[in-house]
């Protein structure tokens, strides 16, 4: 029954800053999450602890609760942090509850509450990357309430201080080992309540909706770019203004290029016989053309070609990077009796300079294997 320690869980160590926290948790989120591996309880149990992991690491109250007593900080008797955990993202198109808490900060300004930040996760491949893209998105978010313009009250009534907090916002409970102060529950932090609520918002001012917004990813993105549309996200209560929508880029691998921010990596295999004679391989570039490159005789396993300006570009630039061939020369396999033998031949023809490395390295040897005697 014992727990794993949530950092250990995240992959981080316990000076990690929240960034890290984060990233790492998007990292394992991703890799487990339901939707990837359908049916694998291993992968849902797993993707269930790095869910609580996070929950608690990603709010300091709950942090520092966790680092000063352990598990024990959320163990019935302590109570107070008991919330449903690991609750399941949607679906990968819209996954959207990861609300930035509203720590860190944000103090309780009477009535004047932005709204949320709301977090979108898009994932993107290689080619969008390279030439940016338009992507209609989906999220659940909270938008005025037209039937009372946004304020909550129905048409006429007031406002009066909120009686659970004194006008506050605020309230302070004693839990387990510590005190907690917690936006007040009963006016949402507000201070104030309406004496008539609106009935088609009850008073909240917004109302749920899915909204669909297209975006435009820039090309250039990184996997772990973050863009930022102002004003996008959840209304605040009472028509108060919005806060804004992250969108989180991810990139799914590719099976030809790796990536490096700009430059961009092509490992092409080619034959012994093209390798050491010398000649021409076409290669593909991200841009969708290909490009011929010249391999030299004599051309060796991981040799490097640099493609000045066929590479990602840069992000709200108007430059590229570079692309990099690596050549990965293939050894033959499955010979034939008669390709063997014009192998054997061909050996009998070599001499020493047809592997300069090969004779140097014996003649090293032994030079070192005489300086021992
Ligand atoms: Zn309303
Ligand atoms: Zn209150």
Same mark, same amino acid.
């Given at each position: ?46 993707f269930?602890?790095?869910?609580? =992991?996070?929950?608690?690491? /990603? ?26 955990f ?10 959207f ?35 940016g893209?338009k ?21 006429? /009534? ?30 949402g ?15 909240e ?21 973050r @863009? ?5 996200g ?11 929508l ?9 099976? @030809? ?13 080619? /034959?012994?016989?093209? =390798? ?20 030299? =005789? ?76």
């Amino acid at each position: 029954m014992s727990k794993s320690d949530y950092y250990e869980v995240l992959g981080v160590s316990k000076n990690s800053d929240p960034n890290t926290i984060k990233s790492s948790y998007r990292k394992l989120a991703m890799k487990f999450h339901p939707d990837k591996n359908p049916g694998d309880k291993e992968a849902e149990k797993k993707f269930k602890e790095i869910s609580e =992991a996070y929950e608690i690491l /990603s709010n300091p109250e709950k942090k520092q609760a966790y680092d000063t007593y352990g598990h024990e900080a959320f163990s019935q008797g302590a109570g107070g942090f008991s919330e449903g955990f690991g609750g399941g993202f949607g679906s990968f198109s819209d996954i959207f509850e990861d609300f930035f808490g509203d720590f860190g900060g944000r103090s309780s300004t009477k009535r004047e509450q932005r709204g949320q930040d709301l977090k979108y996760e898009v994932e993107i491949d290689l080619r969008e990357a390279f030439t940016g893209i338009k992507k209609e998105i989906s999220f659940d978010t909270l938008i005025r309430c037209d039937d009372c313009s946004g304020s909550g009250s129905e048409k006429g /009534s007031g406002l009066q201080d909120c009686g659970a907090c004194g006008g506050s916002g605020r309230t302070r409970a004693s839990q387990g080992f510590f005190t907690v102060e917690r936006t007040c529950s009963s006016c949402g932090g507000a201070g104030q309540v309406i004496t008539d609520p609106c009935s088609s918002c009850n008073g909240e001012g917004r109302r749920r909706k899915n909204r669909k917004l297209e975006v435009n990813i820039p090309a250039g993105v990184e996997d772990g770019s973050r @863009i930022r549309l102002s004003g996008e996200g959840a209304i605040g209560q009472n028509g108060s203004s919005p806060g804004d929508l992250y969108l989180f880029v991810s990139m799914e691998e590719h099976q @030809i290029f790796g990536r490096n921010g700009t430059e961009i990596f092509c490992n092409v295999p080619i /034959s012994i016989v093209d =390798a050491s004679l010398g000649g021409t391989v076409e290669v593909p570039t991200v841009s969708g053309g290909k490009v011929k490159v010249k391999v030299p =005789a004599g051309s060796q396993h991981g040799d490097q070609f640099r493609l000045n300006g066929k590479g990602m570009p840069a992000l709200r630039s108007t430059s590229f990077g570079d692309m990099i061939i690596s050549l990965i020369i293939e050894i033959p396999k499955n010979l034939s009796e008669n390709q063997k033998n014009i192998l054997r031949e061909f050996n009998d023809e070599l001499d020493h300079s047809n592997s300069p490395e090969r004779s140097g390295f014996f003649s090293k040897v032994k030079d070192f294997w005489d300086g021992l005697t």
